[in-house]
């Protein structure tokens, strides 16, 4: 039986929901059909949070969208969903669906099933991950419907599975990272017996995909809570499986465990004007332990061969696992052995070549993270070494390329009649 709180007993206005969304509601409303805010932008918007996308659920059908919204897009194999756009902004909007008959449930890539089955909002509701994200926000009254026991969750700061965990985990293994992440962004607890169920279950995260599961790894460091999502994924026994490698070194040594998370912890503090950072930076952070590990190995003062060659054994496990681009594996093999010649300067302007690669932003970004994670190496303040990053890259903009003529000569227009006989 649902729950529903009237607009009396919760904190949600219409004014913190954004206009494009209440466009695509109010029309949704408007032609007859029930159309819901849903998901994380209603848990959010309780949690008095600004959501960075907001949902829309409705019993229209794709096709019925589509002759909706002109700017209206269909994807999806799994199942379609229907994009409304608004200029760079998608409000992503989904039909109603429920748990197919088990004759007509087939298995899509990566172990998540693949149907089409529409349904009720009740039954939408119990297709969703955690209760916390299974609330609903009713245009038309104003209420917060809730059919999972969501609202009692989130005043129990409890991160829980809808239905029986060891079901829905193998259904879809991704669901035992996005409950860590919750947790570690929310600063919740995660409910004893969806805790066990992702112990148990940790091996079935082989079974995903391969692209989701990289995306995914690239979502743990979001919402700059990746310290907290990291030490769970160690205690839940995921980062061995995840990354085994980094497990390794972190298992039965209290001082590296440390260091990693002083690192991340750093990351996650990071000044205001780097909000966003490059996956350079995020598998930066998470290796930087191994590789400073392994590079002691090779000596009091190793070379830049020995510099590389053991960058790249830190990181070829990750990119054999992830298929991840060969353009970033490439960066790191720089970027990694560059931060032990940053972190000891104090002024950007003795950084020499290294500010003149494309990957400098991302190594001064990490040397920050690595000099603050380090209380007691000095460095000049970020601000400094991104102005300095930005001068010397307009300066470069405006020089001339070597051995370029400072005139283009055009070549010469070919005739367009017979050739004169000689």
Same mark, same amino acid.
Request: aromatic content about 8%.
């Given at each position: 039986?649902?729950?529903?709180?009237?607009?009396?007993?919760?904190?949600?206005?219409?004014?913190?929901?954004?206009?494009?969304?209440?466009?695509?509601?109010?029309?949704?409303?408007?032609?007859?059909?029930?159309?819901?805010?849903?998901?994380?932008?209603?848990?959010?918007?309780?949690?008095?949070?600004?959501?960075?996308?907001?949902?829309?659920?409705?019993?229209?059908?794709?096709?019925?969208?589509?002759?909706?919204?002109?700017?209206?897009?269909?994807?999806?194999?799994?199942?379609?969903?229907?994009?409304?756009?608004?200029?760079?902004?998608?409000?992503?909007?989904?039909?109603?669906?429920?748990?197919?008959?088990?004759?007509?449930?087939?298995?899509?890539?990566?172990?998540?099933?693949?149907?089409?089955?529409?349904?009720?909002?009740?039954?939408?509701?119990?297709?969703?991950?955690?209760?916390?994200?299974?609330?609903?926000?009713?245009?038309?009254?104003?209420?917060?419907?809730?059919?999972?026991?969501?609202?009692?969750?989130?005043?129990?700061?409890?991160?829980?599975?809808?239905?029986?965990?060891?079901?829905?985990?193998?259904?879809?293994?991704?669901?035992?990272?996005?409950?860590?992440?919750?947790?570690?962004?929310?600063?919740?607890?995660?409910?004893?017996?969806?805790?066990?169920?992702?112990?148990?279950?940790?091996?079935?995260?082989?079974?995903?995909?391969?692209?989701?599961?990289?995306?995914?790894?690239?979502?743990?460091?979001?919402?700059?809570?990746?310290?907290?999502?990291?030490?769970?994924?160690?205690?839940?026994?995921?980062?061995?499986?995840?990354?085994?490698?980094? *497990?390794?070194? /972190? @298992?039965?040594?209290? %001082? #590296?465990?440390? $260091?990693?998370? &002083? +690192?991340?912890?750093? !990351?996650?503090?990071?000044?205001?004007?780097?909000?966003?950072?490059?996956?350079?930076?995020?598998?930066?952070?998470?290796?930087?332990?191994?590789?400073?590990?392994?590079?002691?190995?090779?000596?009091?003062?190793?070379?830049?061969?020995?510099?590389?060659?053991?960058? *790249?054994?830190? /990181? @070829?496990?990750?990119? %054999? #696992?992830?298929? $991840?681009?060969? &353009? +970033?594996?490439?960066? !790191?093999?720089?970027?990694?052995?560059?931060?032990?010649?940053?972190?000891?300067?104090?002024?950007?302007?003795?950084?020499?070549?290294?500010?003149?690669?494309?990957?400098?932003?991302?190594?001064?970004?990490?040397?920050?993270?690595?000099?603050?994670?380090?209380?007691?190496?000095?460095?000049?303040?970020?601000?400094?070494?991104?102005?300095?990053?930005?001068? &010397?890259?307009?300066?470069?903009?405006?020089?001339?390329?070597?051995?370029?003529?400072?005139?283009?000569?055009?070549?010469?227009?070919?005739?367009?009649?017979?050739?004169?006989?000689?």
């Amino acid at each position: 039986m649902a729950v529903v709180r009237h607009r009396s007993e919760h904190c949600i206005s219409r004014t913190n929901i954004d206009p494009d969304a209440l466009t695509v509601l109010y029309r949704l409303k408007q032609a007859g059909f029930d159309a819901y805010l849903v998901g994380g932008a209603v848990r959010d918007l309780l949690l008095g949070l600004h959501p960075k996308d907001f949902d829309v659920g409705t019993s229209a059908h794709p096709r019925d969208i589509r002759n909706l919204f002109r700017n209206c897009f269909l994807v999806g194999r799994r199942f379609r969903l229907a994009h409304v756009r608004f200029g760079d902004k998608v409000i992503e909007t989904s039909t109603f669906r429920c748990e197919p008959d088990a004759g007509s449930i087939q298995m899509a890539e990566g172990g998540r099933h693949r149907d089409n089955t529409f349904g009720t909002p009740a039954e939408d509701a119990l297709r969703r991950d955690f209760t916390i994200n299974g609330l609903f926000y009713d245009i038309r009254s104003f209420d917060v419907i809730d059919y999972v026991g969501g609202l009692t969750d989130l005043e129990k700061r409890l991160v829980r599975c809808i239905g029986d965990p060891d079901v829905r985990f193998p259904e879809d293994p991704v669901r035992m990272m996005r409950a860590v992440r919750f947790a570690s962004r929310f600063k919740f607890q995660i409910e004893p017996a969806t805790y066990i169920a992702i112990e148990r279950h940790a091996g079935e995260i082989r079974k995903a995909a391969t692209a989701r599961l990289l995306e995914e790894v690239y979502r743990l460091f979001a919402a700059r809570s990746s310290e907290g999502t990291f030490r769970h994924l160690l205690q839940s026994g995921l980062m061995s499986v995840l990354m085994p490698e980094l *497990a390794d070194f /972190l @298992e039965d040594s209290p %001082e #590296r465990q440390d $260091a990693c998370w &002083r +690192l991340l912890g750093a !990351l996650d503090s990071r000044p205001p004007e780097v909000d966003l950072v490059s996956p350079e930076v995020l598998l930066g952070v998470l290796y930087h332990g191994v590789y400073t590990q392994r590079l002691r190995e090779c000596g009091s003062e190793p070379s830049i061969h020995d510099c590389t060659e053991t960058a *790249a054994g830190v /990181l @070829e496990p990750f990119f %054999e #696992r992830y298929q $991840a681009p060969k &353009r +970033l594996f490439y960066s !790191l093999l720089h970027l990694l052995p560059a931060i032990h010649h940053l972190v000891n300067e104090t002024d950007p302007e003795h950084a020499g070549r290294w500010m003149n690669q494309e990957w400098a932003r991302a190594a001064v970004v990490l040397m920050d993270c690595v000099a603050r994670a380090d209380h007691e190496r000095p460095t000049a303040p970020l601000s400094k070494w991104l102005m300095a990053l930005e001068s &010397r890259r307009g300066a470069h903009d405006h020089l001339p390329v070597h051995g370029a003529h400072p005139r283009r000569h055009e070549p010469e227009q070919r005739r367009s009649g017979p050739r004169p006989r000689a």
